[in-house]
């Protein structure tokens, strides 16, 4: 049985870094130096993409690579050790300033998403974490990506757009008619699920001019991020 409160000791704005463990779990709390019964979780987002943003330098570093984002005035209201889910990617801030935020990109993260090609001037879907009593507008999103998708087709239906995405056969028992998909950091209602092994998306004018999805190409591609809860259900079906 899990609780359901959250415990006040939260991130900047009230954000969640802290969740209560089952009733009858204890762990060792080192900030404490006692035994405690919570622990501090991963952020979480809801794929409602606040803005975008540009990737203003890309810097080679000892093991990996720090990027900074131009986040116009969302930057005031960051604070170093934030998590911002970031096409999709959650990622730790490191560094501010005059409107900038940096990120350090390790090369584990390197290997699992394509932020490796991002170059000065490539824009970004941005996303600040849940905050306690937030509205979950969307669906949760970690920002711990699955895996990588490509832009296969593109049918513009007037101020709409479908779009034609392929996914990873170890994705597919993840997805279904209707349910949710973390594209990009975008949270999207799959429409259609093809037996090619893509998967079709309708996108609004509002997430077209809104998200970095609007001014993509065919053969782009995009992080893809399967519902928590199916991948719950598919670990406990398998034990």
Same mark, same amino acid.
């Given at each position: 049985m899990w609780t359901s409160s959250i415990p006040s000791s939260c991130g900047k704005n009230g954000r969640v870094r802290y969740a209560k463990l089952p009733l009858k779990a204890t762990i060792y709390d080192k900030k404490t130096t006692s035994r405690s019964r919570y622990f501090i979780i991963c952020a979480m987002f809801t794929g409602l993409v606040e803005r975008t943003g540009q990737i203003s330098s890309v810097e080679d570093i000892s093991g990996g690579t720090r990027?900074?984002? *131009?986040?116009? /005035?969302?930057?005031?209201?960051i604070a170093i050790g934030d998590s911002i889910c970031t096409s999709g990617v959650c990622l730790t801030v490191i560094s501010l300033g005059n409107k900038m935020v940096y990120f350090d990109l390790s090369p584990q993260t390197l290997e699992v998403t394509n932020l490796g090609a991002l170059v000065a001037g490539s824009v970004v879907n941005l996303e600040r974490s849940l905050r306690v009593g937030d509205r979950l507008g969307g669906h949760f999103v970690s920002g711990h990506v699955d895996?990588?998708? *490509?832009l296969? /087709?593109?049918k513009v239906c007037g101020d709409f757009s479908n779009y034609v995405f392929s996914a990873p056969s170890a994705m597919l028992p993840l997805m279904v008619d209707k349910g949710s998909i973390g594209v990009d950091g975008v949270s999207l209602t799959i429409a259609k699920l093809n037996d090619s092994g893509s998967f079709e998306v309708?996108?609004?004018?509002?997430?077209?001019?809104?998200t970095n999805l609007g001014a993509m190409h065919v053969g782009d591609k995009v992080h893809l991020e399967a519902d928590i809860l199916a991948k719950h259900v598919q670990r406990l079906l398998a034990c």
């Open positions: 990027i900074g984002i *131009e986040m116009g /005035e969302m930057a005031s209201e895996d990588i998708g *490509e296969l /087709e593109i309708a996108l609004i004018p509002e997430t077209l001019s809104t």
